[in-house]
């Protein structure tokens, strides 16, 4: 079936560090990938999606590349900022499924 | 664009009452999902809709919960005779989609976050 592995949390960086979260996942076929946000008190919002080997997502600063030779879709910020402090949620949609798996989600912390 | 909605926010209940949750979709979505996520994890499918017709159903979905779109708009989920377990926050997406395709991305509601004292 289908799976997501995301790196454990918190993560906790200060104003304008890089930021690399995992992803990994396990799927029958070509599955579209997706990561979503959720703010403190919020739902979870879209950030970024890629749909096929190589598409590169991306919105806000944060990006992604769907790697089908190692099966991750890893997120990317070069600057974050305090605003960016969230739970981050990797997802996936495939294997003739609707609805979508997520990763345990990783909480980013970044501190001023 | 009003996104999705649902009610109520919180929801407080002793151990085996019936509790019911309302989903307003994005209106010219066609796809309803419901979701749980519980503390410190992510989203868990339980149920699917395509227009008034429920798709598909997670193993999660015990018989003690039902869930309805009667007219292919709004959604309810219900559970009956709810235990501690039940406790977690219940989450609605919709999407667009047109035949069997995967459409487009779902989009989520801030959820109804259920405690069983």
């Known amino acids: 079936g289908n799976s997501v592995t995301q790196m454990e949390g918190p993560v906790t960086l200060s104003e304008e560090a890089f930021l690399t979260i995992n992803c990994t996942y396990t799927a029958t076929g070509y599955p579209s990938l997706f990561w979503y946000v959720q703010y403190p008190g919020e739902g979870l919002q879209l950030l970024l999606k890629?749909?096929?080997?190589?598409d590169k997502g991306s919105n806000k600063g944060f990006e992604a590349t769907y790697r089908k030779e190692t099966t991750s879709f890893h997120l990317e910020k070069g600057s974050v900022q305090v605003s960016d402090s969230a739970v981050y949620f990797c997802?996936?949609?495939?294997?003739?499924?609707?609805?979508?798996?997520f990763g345990s989600g990783t909480r980013l912390q970044v501190q001023p | 664009d009003t996104g999705v909605s649902q009610d109520p926010r919180h929801k407080i209940t002793k151990r085996g009452q019936n509790v019911t949750f309302r989903c307003d979709p994005i209106?010219?979505?066609?796809?309803l999902y419901w979701y749980r996520q519980t503390l410190g994890q992510g989203p868990e499918f339980l149920t699917y809709?395509?227009?008034?017709?429920?798709?598909?159903k997670s193993r999660l979905l015990s018989d003690r919960f039902s869930a309805e779109r009667p007219k292919g708009s709004f959604s309810t989920l219900e559970i009956q005779r709810t235990e501690q377990g039940d406790s977690a926050m219940y989450l609605c997406?919709?999407?667009?989609?047109?035949?069997?395709?995967?459409?487009?991305?779902?989009?989520f509601g801030d959820g109804t976050r259920l405690s069983i004292l």
């Open positions: 997406a919709s999407s667009y989609a047109t035949g069997p395709e995967p459409g487009q991305p779902q989009h």
């Open positions: 997802a996936l949609r495939g294997g003739g499924r609707r609805a979508l798996t």
């Open positions: 809709f395509q227009n008034e017709a429920q798709l598909e």
């Open positions: 890629a749909t096929k080997a190589d």
């Open positions: 209106s010219e979505h066609n796809r």
